[in-house]
Protein backbone atom coordinates (compact mmCIF):
# COMPACT_ATOMS: atom_id res chain seq x y z
CA UNK A 1 0.00 0.00 0.00
CA UNK A 2 1.13 3.37 -0.75
CA UNK A 3 2.74 5.46 2.06
CA UNK A 4 2.26 9.08 0.86
CA UNK A 5 -0.56 11.06 1.99
CA UNK A 6 -2.45 14.15 1.03
CA UNK A 7 -1.92 16.41 4.34
CA UNK A 8 -5.30 18.52 5.41
CA UNK A 9 -5.47 22.53 4.78
CA UNK A 10 -4.60 22.75 8.25
CA UNK A 11 -1.73 21.34 8.13
CA UNK A 12 -0.97 22.79 5.19
CA UNK A 13 -0.96 26.22 6.67
CA UNK A 14 0.71 25.64 9.80
CA UNK A 15 3.88 24.36 7.61
CA UNK A 16 3.51 27.52 6.07
CA UNK A 17 3.53 29.32 9.49
CA UNK A 18 6.76 27.87 10.26
CA UNK A 19 8.00 29.93 7.11
CA UNK A 20 6.14 33.43 7.91
CA UNK A 21 5.36 32.98 11.45
CA UNK A 22 8.61 32.57 13.56
CA UNK A 23 7.80 34.49 16.67
CA UNK A 24 5.43 36.95 17.90
CA UNK A 25 6.99 39.79 16.10
CA UNK A 26 6.42 37.78 12.66
CA UNK A 27 2.69 38.48 13.77
CA UNK A 28 3.44 42.15 14.64
CA UNK A 29 5.02 42.56 11.16
CA UNK A 30 2.34 40.76 8.89
CA UNK A 31 -0.82 42.63 10.97
CA UNK A 32 1.00 45.89 10.59
CA UNK A 33 1.57 45.46 7.09
CA UNK A 34 -1.90 44.56 6.50
CA UNK A 35 -3.01 47.38 8.33
CA UNK A 36 -0.82 49.79 6.22
CA UNK A 37 -1.91 47.97 2.82
CA UNK A 38 -5.77 49.03 4.08
CA UNK A 39 -4.52 52.57 3.97
CA UNK A 40 -4.85 53.04 7.47
CA UNK A 41 -3.94 56.57 9.22
CA UNK A 42 -3.47 55.27 12.88
CA UNK A 43 -2.23 51.70 14.29
CA UNK A 44 -2.03 50.91 17.91
CA UNK A 45 -0.56 47.81 18.92
CA UNK A 46 -1.33 45.98 21.93
CA UNK A 47 1.18 43.36 23.56
CA UNK A 48 0.93 40.86 26.29
CA UNK A 49 3.56 39.14 28.02
CA UNK A 50 5.83 39.55 24.88
CA UNK A 51 2.88 38.49 22.66
CA UNK A 52 3.21 35.16 23.88
CA UNK A 53 -0.48 36.11 25.99
CA UNK A 54 -1.59 38.91 23.32
CA UNK A 55 -0.95 40.30 20.33
CA UNK A 56 -3.67 43.13 18.97
CA UNK A 57 -3.65 45.12 16.16
CA UNK A 58 -6.69 47.67 15.40
CA UNK A 59 -6.22 50.18 12.91
CA UNK A 60 -8.71 52.86 11.25
CA UNK A 61 -7.71 51.25 7.47
CA UNK A 62 -10.82 49.79 4.80
CA UNK A 63 -11.81 47.38 6.80
CA UNK A 64 -13.37 44.07 5.44
CA UNK A 65 -17.43 43.11 4.77
CA UNK A 66 -18.74 39.85 6.28
CA UNK A 67 -17.62 37.81 2.88
CA UNK A 68 -14.00 39.26 3.23
CA UNK A 69 -13.99 38.57 6.22
CA UNK A 70 -15.05 34.94 6.15
CA UNK A 71 -12.09 34.84 3.21
CA UNK A 72 -9.31 36.61 4.63
CA UNK A 73 -8.58 33.86 7.00
CA UNK A 74 -8.82 31.25 4.03
CA UNK A 75 -5.34 29.94 2.25
CA UNK A 76 -3.85 32.22 -0.50
CA UNK A 77 -6.73 34.39 -0.07
CA UNK A 78 -5.64 38.01 -1.05
CA UNK A 79 -7.38 41.22 -2.38
CA UNK A 80 -3.81 42.37 -3.54
CA UNK A 81 -3.36 40.39 -6.61
CA UNK A 82 -5.33 39.06 -9.69
CA UNK A 83 -3.48 37.99 -12.19
CA UNK A 84 0.14 37.02 -12.67
CA UNK A 85 1.27 40.10 -14.53
CA UNK A 86 0.18 41.70 -11.23
CA UNK A 87 3.50 40.16 -10.03
CA UNK A 88 5.34 42.53 -12.21
CA UNK A 89 5.12 45.53 -10.06
CA UNK A 90 3.50 45.08 -6.83
CA UNK A 91 2.91 48.16 -4.82
CA UNK A 92 1.53 46.56 -1.97
CA UNK A 93 3.42 45.60 1.27
CA UNK A 94 1.37 41.73 1.49
CA UNK A 95 0.32 39.90 -1.82
CA UNK A 96 0.99 36.27 -0.82
CA UNK A 97 -2.20 35.71 0.75
CA UNK A 98 -0.77 33.73 3.46
CA UNK A 99 -0.31 35.12 6.51
CA UNK A 100 -3.93 35.52 8.06
CA UNK A 101 -4.24 31.87 7.42
CA UNK A 102 -0.92 30.81 8.99
CA UNK A 103 -1.26 32.87 12.18
CA UNK A 104 -5.01 31.41 12.59
CA UNK A 105 -3.86 28.06 12.38
CA UNK A 106 -1.05 28.13 15.38
CA UNK A 107 -3.29 30.64 17.78
CA UNK A 108 -6.79 31.74 18.82
CA UNK A 109 -7.87 34.86 16.58
CA UNK A 110 -10.45 37.58 17.02
CA UNK A 111 -10.75 39.66 14.38
CA UNK A 112 -13.46 43.05 13.98
CA UNK A 113 -13.82 44.44 11.02
CA UNK A 114 -15.92 47.33 9.58
CA UNK A 115 -16.06 49.20 6.25
CA UNK A 116 -17.10 52.50 6.15
CA UNK A 117 -20.16 51.67 3.90
CA UNK A 118 -21.44 49.36 6.52
CA UNK A 119 -23.35 50.58 9.63
CA UNK A 120 -21.96 47.85 11.66
CA UNK A 121 -19.24 45.50 12.65
CA UNK A 122 -18.53 41.47 11.55
CA UNK A 123 -16.88 39.24 14.06
CA UNK A 124 -14.89 36.20 13.36
CA UNK A 125 -13.06 33.63 15.42
CA UNK A 126 -10.68 31.29 14.59
CA UNK A 127 -9.12 28.30 17.14
CA UNK A 128 -5.81 26.70 15.45
CA UNK A 129 -7.81 26.89 11.95
CA UNK A 130 -11.03 25.96 13.17
CA UNK A 131 -13.39 28.46 12.80
CA UNK A 132 -16.40 30.00 13.81
CA UNK A 133 -19.39 31.78 11.70
CA UNK A 134 -19.13 35.29 11.71
CA UNK A 135 -21.45 37.13 13.70
CA UNK A 136 -22.47 40.58 14.22
CA UNK A 137 -20.12 43.29 16.26
CA UNK A 138 -20.05 46.62 17.25
CA UNK A 139 -17.07 48.47 16.36
CA UNK A 140 -15.98 51.62 14.55
CA UNK A 141 -14.58 51.23 10.88
CA UNK A 142 -11.50 49.21 10.35
CA UNK A 143 -9.83 46.49 11.74
CA UNK A 144 -9.02 44.62 15.30
CA UNK A 145 -7.28 41.80 15.51
CA UNK A 146 -6.70 39.81 18.10
CA UNK A 147 -4.45 36.56 18.57
CA UNK A 148 -3.91 34.72 21.85
CA UNK A 149 -2.03 31.79 22.53
CA UNK A 150 0.25 31.84 19.93
CA UNK A 151 1.63 28.24 18.91
CA UNK A 152 0.00 26.98 22.07
CA UNK A 153 -0.73 23.95 20.53
CA UNK A 154 2.55 23.53 18.83
CA UNK A 155 4.89 22.91 22.21
CA UNK A 156 7.80 22.20 19.81
CA UNK A 157 7.56 25.48 18.91
CA UNK A 158 6.12 27.45 21.76
CA UNK A 159 9.21 26.07 23.70
CA UNK A 160 11.44 28.71 21.17
CA UNK A 161 10.08 31.25 22.77
CA UNK A 162 12.11 33.59 24.60
CA UNK A 163 11.81 35.34 27.88
CA UNK A 164 8.66 38.50 27.37
CA UNK A 165 11.98 41.16 27.40
CA UNK A 166 13.80 39.37 24.14
CA UNK A 167 10.27 38.82 22.35
CA UNK A 168 9.53 42.42 22.90
CA UNK A 169 12.96 43.31 21.79
CA UNK A 170 12.24 41.78 18.50
CA UNK A 171 8.34 42.85 18.37
CA UNK A 172 9.80 46.71 19.04
CA UNK A 173 12.45 46.29 16.32
CA UNK A 174 9.46 45.20 14.02
CA UNK A 175 7.52 48.40 14.78
CA UNK A 176 10.20 50.48 14.47
CA UNK A 177 11.46 49.42 10.73
CA UNK A 178 7.32 50.14 9.77
CA UNK A 179 7.56 53.19 12.60
CA UNK A 180 10.57 54.59 10.22
CA UNK A 181 9.15 54.24 6.59
CA UNK A 182 5.91 55.06 7.85
CA UNK A 183 6.20 58.40 9.22
CA UNK A 184 2.78 59.77 8.18
CA UNK A 185 0.96 57.76 10.85
CA UNK A 186 0.24 57.76 14.05
CA UNK A 187 1.73 54.63 15.88
CA UNK A 188 1.32 53.42 19.22
CA UNK A 189 2.89 50.36 21.18
CA UNK A 190 2.36 49.52 24.13
CA UNK A 191 3.45 46.22 26.43
CA UNK A 192 1.67 45.29 29.21
CA UNK A 193 -0.66 48.30 29.74
CA UNK A 194 2.54 50.56 29.19
CA UNK A 195 2.69 53.01 26.68
CA UNK A 196 6.05 52.13 24.88
CA UNK A 197 6.12 54.63 22.14
CA UNK A 198 3.41 56.94 20.77
CA UNK A 199 4.59 58.46 17.26
CA UNK A 200 2.13 61.67 15.71
CA UNK A 201 2.09 61.74 12.20
CA UNK A 202 3.24 65.28 12.80
CA UNK A 203 6.37 64.33 13.57
CA UNK A 204 9.42 65.00 11.57
CA UNK A 205 11.28 61.66 10.27
CA UNK A 206 14.52 62.82 12.77
CA UNK A 207 11.99 63.64 15.56
CA UNK A 208 11.33 60.24 15.01
CA UNK A 209 14.89 58.47 14.53
CA UNK A 210 15.40 60.10 17.74
CA UNK A 211 12.27 58.37 19.43
CA UNK A 212 13.02 55.28 18.22
CA UNK A 213 16.85 54.85 17.92
CA UNK A 214 19.39 54.90 20.69
CA UNK A 215 21.65 57.91 19.00
CA UNK A 216 22.31 60.51 20.89
CA UNK A 217 19.14 62.15 20.62
CA UNK A 218 20.00 65.38 21.70
CA UNK A 219 22.63 65.59 19.26
CA UNK A 220 20.45 63.83 16.31
CA UNK A 221 20.68 66.74 14.04
CA UNK A 222 24.18 66.72 14.21
CA UNK A 223 24.93 63.48 14.33
CA UNK A 224 23.46 62.76 11.23
CA UNK A 225 24.17 63.97 7.76
CA UNK A 226 21.52 64.14 4.95
CA UNK A 227 21.68 63.84 1.65
CA UNK A 228 19.29 63.17 -1.35
CA UNK A 229 19.62 62.18 -4.94
CA UNK A 230 17.17 61.73 -7.77
CA UNK A 231 18.45 60.12 -11.02
CA UNK A 232 17.74 57.46 -13.37
CA UNK A 233 14.34 57.18 -11.48
CA UNK A 234 15.83 56.35 -8.35
CA UNK A 235 15.45 58.72 -5.51
CA UNK A 236 17.49 58.21 -2.01
CA UNK A 237 17.21 59.97 0.91
CA UNK A 238 19.84 59.08 3.04
CA UNK A 239 20.78 60.02 6.95
CA UNK A 240 24.02 59.17 7.62
CA UNK A 241 25.37 58.73 11.05
CA UNK A 242 28.73 60.49 11.51
CA UNK A 243 31.65 57.91 11.93
CA UNK A 244 32.02 59.38 15.36
CA UNK A 245 28.62 57.72 16.17
CA UNK A 246 29.51 54.00 13.80
CA UNK A 247 28.59 50.51 16.08
CA UNK A 248 29.66 47.40 16.28
CA UNK A 249 26.97 45.45 13.75
CA UNK A 250 25.04 46.46 11.01
CA UNK A 251 22.08 46.88 13.15
CA UNK A 252 21.47 50.33 12.75
CA UNK A 253 21.61 50.16 9.28
CA UNK A 254 17.82 50.48 8.26
CA UNK A 255 17.47 50.46 4.55
CA UNK A 256 13.84 50.57 2.85
CA UNK A 257 12.58 50.56 -0.72
CA UNK A 258 9.45 51.67 -1.47
CA UNK A 259 8.44 51.94 2.34
CA UNK A 260 9.16 47.84 2.92
CA UNK A 261 12.72 47.12 5.07
CA UNK A 262 15.05 45.08 3.21
CA UNK A 263 18.12 43.40 3.53
CA UNK A 264 20.22 43.46 0.57
CA UNK A 265 24.08 42.86 0.19
CA UNK A 266 24.64 45.17 -2.91
CA UNK A 267 23.12 47.63 -0.73
CA UNK A 268 25.16 46.64 2.47
CA UNK A 269 28.57 46.53 0.44
CA UNK A 270 27.28 50.56 -0.74
CA UNK A 271 27.20 51.91 2.47
CA UNK A 272 30.34 50.40 3.55
CA UNK A 273 32.12 51.37 0.40
CA UNK A 274 30.72 54.99 0.93
CA UNK A 275 31.72 55.12 4.09
CA UNK A 276 35.65 53.36 2.94
CA UNK A 277 38.37 54.97 5.05
CA UNK A 278 35.84 56.82 7.59
CA UNK A 279 35.70 53.98 9.80
CA UNK A 280 37.93 51.82 11.45
CA UNK A 281 37.85 48.18 10.82
CA UNK A 282 34.64 46.36 12.73
CA UNK A 283 32.57 49.13 12.69
CA UNK A 284 29.71 50.19 11.24
CA UNK A 285 27.75 53.29 9.88
CA UNK A 286 24.84 54.40 11.20
CA UNK A 287 22.67 54.92 8.37
CA UNK A 288 18.93 55.32 7.47
CA UNK A 289 18.38 54.52 3.35
CA UNK A 290 15.21 55.36 2.08
CA UNK A 291 14.99 54.30 -1.85
CA UNK A 292 11.93 55.19 -4.07
CA UNK A 293 11.79 53.16 -7.36
CA UNK A 294 9.51 51.85 -10.25
CA UNK A 295 7.97 48.90 -8.99
CA UNK A 296 8.46 47.30 -12.01
CA UNK A 297 12.35 48.04 -11.52
CA UNK A 298 12.62 44.78 -8.57
CA UNK A 299 10.78 41.68 -7.91
CA UNK A 300 9.91 41.00 -4.04
CA UNK A 301 8.33 37.84 -4.42
CA UNK A 302 11.65 35.95 -3.80
CA UNK A 303 11.30 35.36 0.15
CA UNK A 304 8.71 34.15 2.21
CA UNK A 305 8.63 37.35 4.37
CA UNK A 306 9.92 40.01 1.81
CA UNK A 307 12.29 40.77 3.24
CA UNK A 308 15.10 40.26 0.46
CA UNK A 309 14.34 41.62 -3.40
CA UNK A 310 15.80 41.32 -6.83
CA UNK A 311 16.82 44.28 -8.43
CA UNK A 312 16.88 43.90 -12.08
CA UNK A 313 19.94 46.40 -12.31
CA UNK A 314 21.39 45.78 -8.99
CA UNK A 315 24.78 47.47 -10.74
CA UNK A 316 22.49 50.68 -10.85
CA UNK A 317 21.41 51.01 -7.48
CA UNK A 318 24.50 50.05 -6.11
CA UNK A 319 26.61 52.52 -7.96
CA UNK A 320 23.50 55.45 -7.29
CA UNK A 321 23.66 54.70 -3.79
CA UNK A 322 26.96 55.09 -3.36
CA UNK A 323 27.85 58.00 -5.50
CA UNK A 324 25.19 59.70 -3.59
CA UNK A 325 26.43 58.78 0.07
CA UNK A 326 30.19 58.94 -0.73
CA UNK A 327 29.92 62.40 -2.40
CA UNK A 328 28.09 64.03 0.74
CA UNK A 329 30.87 62.22 3.49
CA UNK A 330 33.54 63.68 1.27
CA UNK A 331 31.63 67.16 1.13
CA UNK A 332 31.55 66.93 5.11
CA UNK A 333 33.05 68.34 7.64
CA UNK A 334 33.44 65.04 9.76
CA UNK A 335 36.16 66.18 12.49
CA UNK A 336 35.21 64.50 15.95
CA UNK A 337 33.72 67.44 18.07
CA UNK A 338 34.69 66.55 21.26
CA UNK A 339 31.61 66.34 24.13
CA UNK A 340 32.63 68.18 26.83
CA UNK A 341 31.35 66.49 30.08
CA UNK A 342 28.24 68.63 31.89
CA UNK A 343 30.08 67.95 35.14
CA UNK A 344 29.15 70.74 37.47
CA UNK A 345 32.28 71.64 39.24
CA UNK A 346 35.92 71.22 37.95
CA UNK A 347 37.12 68.33 40.34
CA UNK A 348 34.08 66.19 37.88
CA UNK A 349 35.68 67.13 34.90
CA UNK A 350 36.64 63.87 33.92
CA UNK A 351 35.55 60.57 30.74
CA UNK A 352 34.95 63.16 28.07
CA UNK A 353 33.72 61.37 25.15
CA UNK A 354 35.63 61.66 22.40
CA UNK A 355 35.60 58.28 20.50
CA UNK A 356 38.62 56.33 21.18
CA UNK A 357 40.69 55.79 23.96
CA UNK A 358 43.83 57.91 22.53
CA UNK A 359 41.44 60.96 21.65
CA UNK A 360 39.87 60.16 25.22
CA UNK A 361 43.52 60.48 27.07
CA UNK A 362 43.64 64.01 25.31
CA UNK A 363 40.69 65.09 25.83
CA UNK A 364 41.23 64.49 29.64
CA UNK A 365 44.86 65.80 29.36
CA UNK A 366 43.00 69.19 27.96
CA UNK A 367 40.21 69.62 30.78
CA UNK A 368 42.92 68.83 33.63
CA UNK A 369 45.38 71.71 31.35
CA UNK A 370 41.81 74.47 31.91
CA UNK A 371 41.69 73.23 35.17
CA UNK A 372 44.77 73.94 36.38
CA UNK A 373 45.36 77.10 34.10
CA UNK A 374 41.83 79.08 34.51
CA UNK A 375 42.18 82.61 33.17
CA UNK A 376 42.57 85.42 36.03
CA UNK A 377 39.64 87.52 34.28
CA UNK A 378 37.01 84.37 34.54
CA UNK A 379 34.11 86.53 34.24
CA UNK A 380 34.87 87.87 31.03
CA UNK A 381 32.83 86.78 28.14
CA UNK A 382 34.83 86.07 24.70
CA UNK A 383 34.21 88.88 22.45
CA UNK A 384 34.63 88.09 18.72
CA UNK A 385 35.34 91.82 17.99
CA UNK A 386 38.21 93.10 16.65
CA UNK A 387 40.95 94.34 18.96
CA UNK A 388 44.45 95.61 18.32
CA UNK A 389 46.57 93.12 20.34
CA UNK A 390 46.58 89.19 19.39
CA UNK A 391 48.00 87.18 21.78
CA UNK A 392 49.65 84.33 19.14
CA UNK A 393 51.65 81.29 20.82
CA UNK A 394 53.11 80.80 17.38
CA UNK A 395 51.70 82.92 14.55
CA UNK A 396 53.23 80.99 11.69
CA UNK A 397 56.73 81.05 12.48
CA UNK A 398 57.17 82.00 16.27
CA UNK A 399 59.44 81.04 18.82
CA UNK A 400 58.10 77.71 20.73
CA UNK A 401 57.91 79.26 24.39
CA UNK A 402 60.51 76.86 26.33
CA UNK A 403 58.18 76.18 28.65
CA UNK A 404 54.21 76.78 26.69
CA UNK A 405 52.75 77.18 30.28
CA UNK A 406 48.95 76.64 30.47
CA UNK A 407 48.63 80.72 31.37
CA UNK A 408 50.18 81.25 28.07
CA UNK A 409 47.78 78.79 26.30
CA UNK A 410 44.46 79.72 28.24
CA UNK A 411 45.58 83.56 27.32
CA UNK A 412 45.63 83.11 23.90
CA UNK A 413 42.00 81.73 23.77
CA UNK A 414 41.23 83.86 26.37
CA UNK A 415 42.62 87.29 24.82
CA UNK A 416 42.75 86.26 21.17
CA UNK A 417 39.64 88.34 20.25
CA UNK A 418 40.47 89.15 16.93
CA UNK A 419 38.03 87.07 14.27
CA UNK A 420 39.94 84.29 14.58
CA UNK A 421 41.39 82.37 11.15
CA UNK A 422 40.02 79.23 10.20
CA UNK A 423 43.09 76.56 9.88
CA UNK A 424 43.51 77.50 6.27
CA UNK A 425 44.06 80.87 6.45
CA UNK A 426 47.58 83.14 6.57
CA UNK A 427 47.58 84.13 9.96
CA UNK A 428 48.10 80.74 11.96
CA UNK A 429 47.84 80.16 15.97
CA UNK A 430 49.17 76.78 16.18
CA UNK A 431 51.28 75.21 18.76
CA UNK A 432 52.82 71.47 18.65
CA UNK A 433 52.51 69.21 22.23
CA UNK A 434 54.47 66.69 23.24
CA UNK A 435 55.68 66.42 20.12
CA UNK A 436 52.70 64.35 19.06
CA UNK A 437 49.52 66.81 18.95
CA UNK A 438 48.91 69.92 17.40
CA UNK A 439 46.73 72.36 18.44
CA UNK A 440 45.33 75.04 16.07
CA UNK A 441 42.99 78.17 17.17
CA UNK A 442 39.89 78.10 14.67
CA UNK A 443 37.03 80.32 14.55
CA UNK A 444 34.91 78.17 16.73
CA UNK A 445 37.36 77.74 19.51
CA UNK A 446 40.56 75.19 18.87
CA UNK A 447 41.48 71.47 17.03
CA UNK A 448 43.81 68.98 18.25
CA UNK A 449 45.68 67.38 15.36
CA UNK A 450 46.80 64.16 15.45
CA UNK A 451 50.45 64.70 13.61
CA UNK A 452 50.65 61.36 12.64
CA UNK A 453 47.25 60.20 11.74
CA UNK A 454 46.82 63.35 9.45
CA UNK A 455 49.94 63.36 7.92
CA UNK A 456 49.33 59.26 7.55
CA UNK A 457 45.74 59.98 5.41
CA UNK A 458 47.51 63.51 3.53
CA UNK A 459 50.41 61.04 2.18
CA UNK A 460 47.71 58.17 1.65
CA UNK A 461 45.84 60.21 -0.77
CA UNK A 462 48.91 61.82 -2.56
CA UNK A 463 49.95 58.06 -3.39
CA UNK A 464 46.42 56.84 -4.28
CA UNK A 465 46.07 59.66 -6.71
CA UNK A 466 49.17 58.86 -8.12
CA UNK A 467 48.97 55.67 -8.66
CA UNK A 468 45.79 55.82 -10.50
CA UNK A 469 47.51 57.72 -12.85
CA UNK A 470 50.33 55.60 -13.63
CA UNK A 471 53.02 54.74 -11.65
CA UNK A 472 54.92 55.73 -8.47
CA UNK A 473 58.02 57.82 -9.29
CA UNK A 474 60.95 55.88 -8.41
CA UNK A 475 64.85 56.71 -7.05
CA UNK A 476 67.90 54.57 -7.04
CA UNK A 477 69.45 53.92 -3.89
CA UNK A 478 73.18 54.94 -3.93
CA UNK A 479 74.12 51.48 -2.29
CA UNK A 480 70.97 48.79 -3.34
CA UNK A 481 70.21 47.40 0.41
CA UNK A 482 70.17 43.38 0.48
CA UNK A 483 67.50 40.89 2.16
CA UNK A 484 67.30 37.13 2.59
CA UNK A 485 64.32 35.73 0.95
CA UNK A 486 63.19 32.02 1.65
CA UNK A 487 61.99 30.60 -1.82
CA UNK A 488 58.12 31.16 -0.89
CA UNK A 489 59.35 34.73 -0.72
CA UNK A 490 60.61 34.84 -4.07
CA UNK A 491 57.88 33.59 -5.74
CA UNK A 492 55.24 35.81 -3.88
CA UNK A 493 57.73 38.70 -4.81
CA UNK A 494 57.26 36.88 -8.30
CA UNK A 495 53.90 37.34 -8.47
CA UNK A 496 53.37 40.18 -7.87
CA UNK A 497 55.89 41.87 -9.73
CA UNK A 498 53.63 44.47 -11.64
CA UNK A 499 51.94 44.92 -7.64
CA UNK A 500 56.17 45.74 -7.21
CA UNK A 501 56.32 47.81 -10.45
CA UNK A 502 53.60 50.00 -9.97
CA UNK A 503 55.18 50.85 -6.47
CA UNK A 504 58.11 52.22 -8.24
CA UNK A 505 60.33 49.62 -6.05
CA UNK A 506 62.76 48.25 -8.16
CA UNK A 507 64.60 44.49 -6.84
CA UNK A 508 67.03 42.43 -8.23
CA UNK A 509 68.95 38.80 -7.41
CA UNK A 510 71.21 39.46 -4.93
CA UNK A 511 73.22 35.78 -4.72
CA UNK A 512 71.36 32.53 -4.73
CA UNK A 513 68.84 33.29 -1.39
CA UNK A 514 68.73 37.10 -1.48
CA UNK A 515 67.50 39.76 -3.38
CA UNK A 516 68.45 43.61 -3.33
CA UNK A 517 66.47 46.83 -3.11
CA UNK A 518 67.64 48.95 -6.09
CA UNK A 519 64.92 52.18 -6.07
CA UNK A 520 62.46 53.15 -4.43
CA UNK A 521 59.84 55.12 -4.04
CA UNK A 522 60.45 58.99 -3.82
CA UNK A 523 57.01 59.50 -1.78
CA UNK A 524 58.50 57.28 1.01
CA UNK A 525 61.88 58.59 1.62
CA UNK A 526 60.81 58.78 5.20
CA UNK A 527 60.39 54.90 5.23
CA UNK A 528 63.03 52.59 5.65
CA UNK A 529 63.24 50.71 2.72
CA UNK A 530 64.13 47.17 3.82
CA UNK A 531 62.17 47.40 6.68
CA UNK A 532 59.11 48.32 4.13
CA UNK A 533 60.01 45.33 1.89
CA UNK A 534 60.06 42.87 4.41
CA UNK A 535 56.48 44.44 5.39
CA UNK A 536 55.31 43.78 1.81
CA UNK A 537 56.52 40.26 1.54
CA UNK A 538 54.10 39.49 5.14
CA UNK A 539 51.53 41.08 3.64
CA UNK A 540 51.52 39.51 0.61
CA UNK A 541 51.82 35.96 2.23
CA UNK A 542 49.21 36.79 4.74
CA UNK A 543 46.08 33.94 4.13
CA UNK A 544 43.50 35.31 6.65
CA UNK A 545 42.54 38.39 4.08
CA UNK A 546 41.34 37.80 1.24
CA UNK A 547 43.50 40.30 -0.60
CA UNK A 548 42.76 40.90 -4.48
CA UNK A 549 44.00 43.50 -6.93
CA UNK A 550 42.35 46.87 -5.85
CA UNK A 551 42.19 45.71 -1.99
CA UNK A 552 45.58 44.41 -1.89
CA UNK A 553 46.72 47.77 -3.81
CA UNK A 554 44.82 50.09 -0.98
CA UNK A 555 46.30 47.56 2.11
CA UNK A 556 49.98 48.29 0.45
CA UNK A 557 48.85 52.47 0.24
CA UNK A 558 47.66 52.04 3.84
CA UNK A 559 51.10 50.53 5.01
CA UNK A 560 53.01 52.83 3.17
CA UNK A 561 51.53 55.92 4.36
CA UNK A 562 51.98 55.07 7.69
CA UNK A 563 55.73 54.38 7.17
CA UNK A 564 56.24 57.61 5.65
CA UNK A 565 54.35 59.66 8.15
CA UNK A 566 55.63 61.99 10.49
CA UNK A 567 55.74 60.12 13.91
CA UNK A 568 53.96 61.03 17.46
CA UNK A 569 57.04 61.77 19.51
CA UNK A 570 58.99 64.06 16.74
CA UNK A 571 59.32 67.78 17.33
CA UNK A 572 57.93 69.53 13.68
CA UNK A 573 59.39 72.79 12.93
CA UNK A 574 56.98 75.90 12.28
CA UNK A 575 57.23 75.34 8.23
CA UNK A 576 56.44 71.75 8.72
CA UNK A 577 53.19 72.37 11.07
CA UNK A 578 52.12 75.00 8.01
CA UNK A 579 52.86 72.42 4.97
CA UNK A 580 51.00 70.24 7.36
CA UNK A 581 48.34 72.14 7.88
CA UNK A 582 48.10 73.82 4.26
CA UNK A 583 47.34 69.98 3.00
CA UNK A 584 44.62 69.49 5.35
CA UNK A 585 42.99 71.78 3.63
CA UNK A 586 43.91 70.02 0.31
CA UNK A 587 43.01 66.82 1.51
CA UNK A 588 39.58 65.29 0.01
CA UNK A 589 38.83 63.74 3.60
CA UNK A 590 41.25 65.01 6.38
CA UNK A 591 38.98 64.39 9.49
CA UNK A 592 40.03 60.32 9.45
CA UNK A 593 43.62 58.48 8.97
CA UNK A 594 43.40 55.59 5.95
CA UNK A 595 42.00 53.33 9.19
CA UNK A 596 39.35 55.38 10.35
CA UNK A 597 40.65 56.86 13.06
CA UNK A 598 39.99 60.82 13.76
CA UNK A 599 42.94 62.55 12.98
CA UNK A 600 40.99 65.60 14.28
CA UNK A 601 39.10 66.88 17.29
CA UNK A 602 37.29 70.11 17.84
CA UNK A 603 37.21 72.01 20.96
CA UNK A 604 34.12 74.96 20.59
CA UNK A 605 35.03 78.19 22.68
CA UNK A 606 31.42 77.97 23.93
CA UNK A 607 31.35 74.27 25.62
CA UNK A 608 34.36 75.98 27.52
CA UNK A 609 32.45 78.84 28.39
CA UNK A 610 30.14 76.45 29.43
CA UNK A 611 32.75 74.28 31.60
CA UNK A 612 33.96 77.47 33.12
CA UNK A 613 30.30 79.11 33.72
CA UNK A 614 31.23 81.84 31.39
CA UNK A 615 27.38 81.43 30.37
P1 LIG B 1 -2.01 39.53 1.91
O1 LIG B 1 -1.72 40.68 2.80
O2 LIG B 1 -0.79 38.94 1.35
O3 LIG B 1 -3.03 39.82 0.89
P2 LIG B 1 -3.12 38.34 4.30
O4 LIG B 1 -3.35 36.93 4.66
O5 LIG B 1 -2.21 39.09 5.13
O6 LIG B 1 -2.62 38.35 2.79
O7 LIG B 1 -4.52 39.09 4.23
C1 LIG B 1 -5.52 38.59 3.39
C2 LIG B 1 -6.46 39.68 2.95
O8 LIG B 1 -7.22 40.13 4.06
C3 LIG B 1 -5.80 40.91 2.42
O9 LIG B 1 -5.48 40.79 1.04
C4 LIG B 1 -6.83 41.99 2.68
O10 LIG B 1 -7.77 42.04 1.66
C5 LIG B 1 -7.53 41.49 3.94
N1 LIG B 1 -7.02 42.17 5.14
C6 LIG B 1 -6.13 41.70 6.01
N2 LIG B 1 -5.90 42.57 7.01
C7 LIG B 1 -6.68 43.64 6.77
C8 LIG B 1 -6.89 44.89 7.43
N3 LIG B 1 -6.24 45.22 8.56
N4 LIG B 1 -7.78 45.74 6.89
C9 LIG B 1 -8.44 45.44 5.75
N5 LIG B 1 -8.28 44.28 5.09
C10 LIG B 1 -7.42 43.38 5.58
MG1 LIG C 1 -0.69 40.53 4.57
Same mark, same amino acid.
Given at each position: ?289 ? !?? #???? +??? /?? $? ?5 ? =? ?43 GAPGHRSE ?67 ? !?? #???? +??? /?? $? ?5 ? =? ?116 AAIKAGQR ?12 ? =? ?30
Amino acid at each position: MGQILVLDQNMINMIAAGEVIERPASVVKELMENSIDSGTTKITVSIEDGGRKLISVTDNGCGMDGEDLARAFEPHTTSKIKTSSDLLGISTLGFRGEALASIASVSQVKCTSRTKSQTGANCIEIDCGNKSDISPASADYGTSIQVRDIFYKLPARRKFLRTANTEMGHIAEQFTRIALSNDNLDLTLIHNGRELYRLSDKDHLHQRIAELSPIPSSGISENLIEAESNEKSLHILALMGKPSISRTSKKFQYVFLNGRFIRDKFISHAIKEAYRGLLELNRFPVVFLF !IQ #MPYE +DYD /VN $VHPTKSE =VRFYNANLVHSQILGCLREKLLGTDLQSHAVLPTATGPTEMQGIGAPGHRSEAISDAMAEFFKKHRPVQTQQQFSYKPKQQTVALRPGGGQIPESHTGTAMVSAFAQTSQPVPEICSEQR !IF #MQIH +DSF /VV $VQTDEGF =VIIDQHALHERIIYEDLCKRIRKSKLESQKLLIPESFDVTPSDADLLNTNAELLEKLGIELVPFGPRAMAIQAFPTLLTKADPLDFVQDLIDLLGRKDINLDGEKLLDEVLNMAACKAAIKAGQRLTDSEIEQLLRDK =VNAESSSRCPHGRPTTIKFSISDLEKQFKRT
